[in-house]
Nanobody, 122 residues
Framework: VQLQASGGGLVQAGGSLRLTCVASGRLFSSHRMGWFRRGPGTDREFVAA????????YYAEFAKGRFTISKLKTENTVYLQMNSLKPEDTAVYYC????????????????WGQGTQVTVSS
C-alpha cells in the first residue's frame, strides 16, 4: 500500500482546509488510518485516527471539535476536515496506516504518505 496526501495550503486563521489521503492497494478491517503532523521544530504529533471498517474515530485533544476524520471506502480515501484553524496548526500533515488499534504512537504506523504543508497565517 502507498499513501498520497494532498489538500494543504495557506489559509488565514479561522479558515478551513480539507486534507485528502488516497491509498493505492487494498485496506482491511484490521487497519486504522491516522493523521499526524509535524510543526516547525517539533516531533510528529498524532491528530486523529479512524477504523477502516467501522465508524470509530479517535482524536487528539487539540483536534476535538475542530477537526473531523472521515473515509470513503469506495475511493480508498481518508479525509481530514480542519475548521477554525489557528496559527499553531501550521505543520506538515501526514497520513499513515496502522494495525495497532487507535495508536497515537507514530512508530506503530507502518505506511506513511509524503506529507502536505498546512500554513495558517494570523
Amino acid at each position: 500500500v502507498q499513501l498520497q496526501a494532498s489538500g494543504g495550503g495557506l489559509v488565514q486563521a479561522g479558515g478551513s482546509l480539507r486534507l485528502t489521503c488516497v491509498a493505492s492497494g487494498r485496506l482491511f478491517s484490521s487497519h486504522r488510518m491516522g493523521w499526524f503532523r509535524r510543526g516547525p521544530g517539533t516531533d510528529r504529533e498524532f491528530v486523529a485516527a479512524i477504523s477502516w471498517d467501522f465508524d470509530r474515530t479517535y482524536y487528539a485533544e487539540f483536534a476535538k471539535g475542530r477537526f473531523t476524520i472521515s473515509k470513503l471506502k469506495t475511493e480508498n480515501t481518508v479525509y481530514l476536515q480542519m475548521n477554525s484553524l489557528k496559527p499553531e496548526d501550521t505543520a506538515v500533515y501526514y497520513c499513515a496506516r496502522t494495525t495497532r488499534g487507535y495508536s497515537t504512537n507514530p512508530s506503530e504506523y507502518d505506511v506513511w504518505g509524503q506529507g502536505t504543508q498546512v500554513t495558517v497565517s494570523s
